[in-house]
């Protein structure tokens, strides 16, 4: 079992930025893939980031240029930092990690239990 803690939601303004981290129980040298996902209200789950082992990333159109997926090593941990926030990136944000080669965003091997991030004036 792999547990994930995420942490740094909160209530920000639009425009803002916040920082998540989520933190894996394991070194994180043995997975592949780490992702974040949201959900907003009356929405579906999205992927919205995923760095891989070689640190190679992936971002949804609506967050590029705006959102950057890090992972530190040495920390065990992966962030998602979030700049020029809107009112539609509200959503629950989840870290979920795919440990090998064959995965898919809605078939990841550990979810965390998500932060809240809520963006509005």
């Known amino acids: 079992q792999v547990q994930l803690v995420e942490s740094g939601g909160g209530l920000v303004q639009p425009g803002g930025s916040l920082r998540l981290s989520c933190a894996a129980s394991?070194?994180?040298?043995?997975?592949?893939?780490m992702a974040w996902h949201r959900q907003a209200p009356g929405k579906e789950r999205e992927l919205v980031a995923f760095?891989?082992?070689?640190?190679?990333?992936n971002y949804i159109d609506s967050v590029k240029g705006r959102f950057t997926i890090s992972r530190d090593n040495a920390k065990n941990t992966v962030y998602l930092h979030m700049n020029s926030l809107k009112p539609e990136d509200t959503a629950v944000y989840y870290c979920?990690?795919?440990?090998?080669?064959?995965?898919?965003?809605?078939?990841?091997?550990?979810w965390g239990k998500g932060t809240l991030v809520t963006v509005s004036s």
């Open positions: 979920a990690v795919a440990m090998g080669s064959s995965w898919s965003p809605v078939n990841m091997d550990y």
């Open positions: 394991i070194s994180i040298f043995s997975i592949n893939i």
């Open positions: 760095i891989g082992s070689g640190s190679v990333t």
